[in-house]
């Protein structure tokens, strides 16, 4: 059974930081691309950042020099470090783990809150 849980979300004020975890678990994490999306209240889902098995990385332009993405082959985890955070930067935050090759696979993680609020 996959599961990917992500935590770390909460309440910060403009300018501030939070790190972002999502911990893996019934993959071979180490050959996924895993990512972050983002939902804000009205509108799509969006693509954050991905960081593929090599560790190549796909940055939202709106991110590019504010978050970087990591991962910890062996935890089995995924970082997002969000820094100079904005009012529009508040989401819901997933992580997403994409399995690779042919029959190419999605799983998502239950979402966490990150609010850029004064």
């Known amino acids: 059974q996959v599961q990917l849980v992500e935590s770390g979300g909460g309440l910060v004020q403009p300018g501030g930081s939070l790190r972002l975890s999502c911990a893996a678990s019934g993959i071979y994490f180490k050959i996924y691309t895993m990512g972050w999306y983002r939902q804000a209240p009205g509108k799509e889902r969006e693509l954050v950042v991905t960081?593929?098995?090599?560790?190549?990385?796909n940055y939202a332009d709106s991110v590019k020099g504010r978050f970087t993405i990591s991962r910890d082959n062996a935890k089995n985890t995924v970082y997002l470090q969000m820094n100079s955070l904005k009012g529009e930067d508040t989401a819901v935050y997933y992580c997403?783990?994409?399995?690779?090759?042919?029959?190419?696979?999605?799983?998502w993680g239950q979402g966490t809150q990150v609010t850029v609020s004064s």
């Open positions: 997403n783990a994409r399995s690779p090759g042919f029959g190419t696979r999605d799983y």
């Open positions: 960081i593929t098995s090599s560790s190549s990385t």
